[in-house]
């Protein structure tokens, strides 16, 4: 009788078993990483709201919101300035000029408070309330246009990455000689909880984007475009799917894995190739953008419109109302939250992007940037600040590891101050996810270890250079 | 049993001209000073003299290179054991400590957040320049105590670091690793010290700090020839410190930032001086 039961239970575990096995298969994904609750459910069914800006409004616009040289300020004190006009110009290749985000008087040119809670220069503007267009600002037929001047236009309007690391996006389409690209992959997986930005995105304007991915394509040439979305936004995956028919537009769903949004990852996932050690995503033909960035570039190429706004989800427990939101840059965190209905309960926690890479804000002052995909408040209660335990060995942070490199090791080391044992042991090839921090079960600070190691390691190589 | 004796006992000897041939033919000259120099060092390799450890200390004294004065943990008696071997005059040169330029401990300076992580400063910098409002002062995660090979360094139950002015060589290892450079290295003699380190003006600094320099001038206008101020920022100059002008500013101080550090590290003299007067 109980050998029976136990036949029976044991059949029933393998075809579970089997069924799991089996559902993973449709979808692809990457190896390692892991589930955290999306919590998108508090902003996904919200249309995009456009937060308003009222005379009288300050916008503090920060010089240096991408990744690269800083921009240098071109307007002074006492300028009158239109909606879309450059105030920063760009200096050296990798950098981007600056945009006024709407028309009004420049009160000050000064170093400010930015994200990363450091002061750095920063243009404030007054705005007007009247949200004038600068009239010289003009659009074109793609079609009518060569691939370079596609790109001149790109960098014109100031495009960056617009899912959080904000590099710049003329840089990544101009790919050295030698380098053959055969993939274009979009990025629009949304891996991060909470934020449903680029999910309303595609939702709401999937023409923007196919527009613009058209552009994108014919700059680097490539047959083969992808979008990789998460297989948790379903409305998204068909509107996509409906907009991409006949436009040579794969739309490739995802497994519900962080950080499937990764580049690495995500190039992992859809094509099956590995970026090598070190290496950067063209190394192995494929190029990355995110799906707000092709609809930036279409706005930019087709209007002449800059990078002077975005779409960023407001969410998280300490918000009245979340929402998502179509953001001018240079709005502070508490213009937003006071539009959805500002802040319920005890503020724990202010997160600027996700709440997995995301950054935490020092005050609610900060302007919002090009690379803001998200405001998270939390409340006081959800803020764990549990002290650090003892590393009980459980090889969690190993098995979440998508770059496949050993935390628990690395942080070992760390502690000891051996860097160049840091360095043998990969910590280059740290993605800074988060994933080894999130499930470590005695609150170790990994990637706080990881930061440590490589800012010393990169100090260490300038200094090689030196000598 | 024999062959045996007689094969082995043969390689032992062949080894054994070999290796004095060796030692002979291919001898190093090491001059007998710099061992002796080397030798008689404290072998901390703390690096304070600028060289590699005390063997390259040693070397570069022979060469000629070095002054025989730089080792600061030696003291006076590293300086006559080095000028006695090398046989040249010199003096010692001024031992020189540590100084926490910084008073604003978790009662009287403000935070801007709370910080949770490794347990470094310089990490600690990094996130939005560290926890501390004020962006110059000691953020006392410990990060020099780790440095200190002389166990001179501590944090106080406050969160402050202290230098044990006896303990300290001046190594000046402390101030390389220290992220906003709070430690400044000040001659032993010279106790009367400001214990700030932050530019700011002085409506800013009492916004987020009770103790902080308020760049106010009076010091400076009390001892001209002891105090500068620059930037919002005063300072001693050690180069022509004076015990009692010295005092006579830090008495003068309004914000209470001028120290005398001796009074605090020997308070018990310091009470049976009183006394006997």
Avoid at chain 1, 15 to 40: A, I, S, V, W
Avoid at chain 1, 80 to 88: S, Y
Avoid at chain 1, 134 to 152: F, I, R
Avoid at chain 2, 82 to 105: F, H, K, L, N, S
Wanted: charged letters at 20%; proline letters at 6%; glycine letters at 10%.
């Amino acid at each position: 009788m109980q050998v029976q039961q136990v036949k029976e239970r044991s059949k029933a575990f393998v075809n579970l078993f089997r069924q799991h096995k089996g559902m993973n298969m449709e979808l692809k994904t990457f190896k390692g990483g892991l589930h955290p609750p999306d919590n998108k459910r508090w902003s996904e069914k919200k249309a995009i709201e456009v937060c308003p800006v009222a005379e009288g409004d300050e916008l503090v616009i920060h010089l240096s919101q991408h990744i690269g040289a800083p921009a240098e300020a071109c307007v002074q004190k006492g300028d009158k300035v239109l909606k879309g006009q450059v105030i920063g110009t760009p200096k050296g290749f990798v950098s981007v000029p600056i945009h006024a985000s709407t028309s009004g008087e420049v009160i000050a040119v000064e170093p400010r408070l930015d994200t990363a809670g450091n002061k750095t220069m920063a243009v404030v503007i007054k705005a007007d309330g009247k949200d004038e267009w600068d009239p010289n600002l003009s659009g074109a037929d793609p079609d009518k246009l060569m691939p370079q001047e596609l790109k001149d236009r790109i960098l014109a309007a100031g495009i960056v990455g617009m899912g959080g690391a904000t590099f710049p996006t003329h840089v990544k389409l101009s790919p050295p000689e030698g380098k053959k690209i055969d993939y274009l992959i979009l990025n629009g997986v949304e891996c991060e909880p909470y934020l449903t930005a680029d999910d309303r995105l595609m939702q709401e304007k999937p023409e923007e984007v196919v527009e613009g991915i058209l552009i994108l394509k014919r700059i680097l040439g490539v047959e083969k475009a992808v979008i990789g979305i998460e297989a948790n936004k379903p409305t998204a995956i068909e509107t996509m799917q409906k907009a991409c028919e006949g436009k040579g537009i794969e739309v490739c769903p995802l497994q519900l894995k962080y950080p499937q949004g990764a580049e690495k990852q995500l190039i992992y996932a859809v094509t099956g190739r590995e970026v090598p050690s070190g290496g950067l995503p063209m190394d192995c033909g494929c190029v990355v953008q995110n799906v707000g960035t092709a609809a930036a570039v279409n706005a930019a190429v087709r209007r002449g419109i800059p990078l002077i706004e975005r779409i960023a989800t407001v969410s998280g427990s300490a918000v009245a109302e979340p929402k998502n939101l179509l953001i001018k840059i240079g709005q502070p965190i508490s213009k937003l939250v006071e539009f959805c209905g500002g802040v319920k309960g005890e503020l724990g926690k202010i997160i600027q992007g996700g709440p997995m890479m995301g950054m935490a804000a020092v005050s609610m002052d900060v302007p919002v940037t090009r690379g803001t995909s998200g405001i998270l408040l939390f409340s006081e209660g959800e803020v764990i600040r549990a002290p650090e335990g003892p590393c009980v060995r459980c090889g969690n942070c190993v098995r979440a590891c998508p770059a496949f490199i050993m935390p628990t090791e690395i942080a070992f080391q760390m502690r000891r101050g051996k860097v160049d044992e840091a360095e043998k042991l990969n910590v280059m090839d740290c993605i800074e996810c988060g994933s080894c921090t999130y499930i470590c079960p005695a609150q170790i600070p990994l990637l706080q270890f990881f930061r440590q190691a490589k800012s010393a390691i990169r100090a260490n190589i300038a200094k090689r250079k030196k000598v | 049993m024999i062959a045996a004796v007689i094969s082995l006992g043969g390689i032992g000897f062949l080894a054994a001209v070999i290796l004095g041939f060796a030692a002979k033919k291919f001898a190093v000259e090491v001059d007998p000073r710099e061992a002796e120099i080397a030798g008689n060092l404290p072998g901390a390799n703390c690096g304070a003299c600028g060289y590699a450890g005390c063997g390259g200390y040693a070397k570069a004294v022979v060469a000629g290179n070095a002054p025989p004065n730089l080792c600061t943990p030696g003291g006076a008696g590293a300086v006559a054991m080095i000028a006695r071997v090398m046989g040249v005059e010199a003096t010692a040169a001024e031992p020189t400590v540590a100084v926490i330029c910084c008073q604003g401990d978790n009662t009287r300076a403000q935070d801007k957040y709370k910080y949770v992580g490794v347990h470094d400063c310089r990490t600690a910098q990094a996130l939005a320049g560290g926890p501390k409002a004020c962006p110059s002062g000691c953020l006392g995660l410990g990060t020099c105590v780790a440095a200190c090979a002389f166990g001179a360094l501590s944090i106080s139950p406050e969160g402050l670091a202290v230098v044990d002015r006896e303990k300290c060589v001046g190594c000046k290892k402390c101030t390389t690793v220290c992220p906003r450079n709070v430690i400044k290295m000040a001659p032993k003699s010279a106790t009367v010290q400001v214990l700030c380190n932050s530019h700011d003006k002085g409506a800013v600094i009492k916004s987020y700090c009770q103790v902080g320099c308020i760049g106010c001038q009076i010091c400076k206008k009390t001892a001209e020839d002891v105090y500068a101020v620059d930037n919002f920022l005063a300072s001693v100059k050690n180069e022509s410190y004076d015990q009692e002008k010295a005092v006579a500013g830090m008495l003068k101080c309004p914000a209470k930032c001028i120290h005398d550090l001796a009074a605090a590290d020997t308070p018990q003299e310091e009470k049976t001086e009183e006394k006997a007067q």
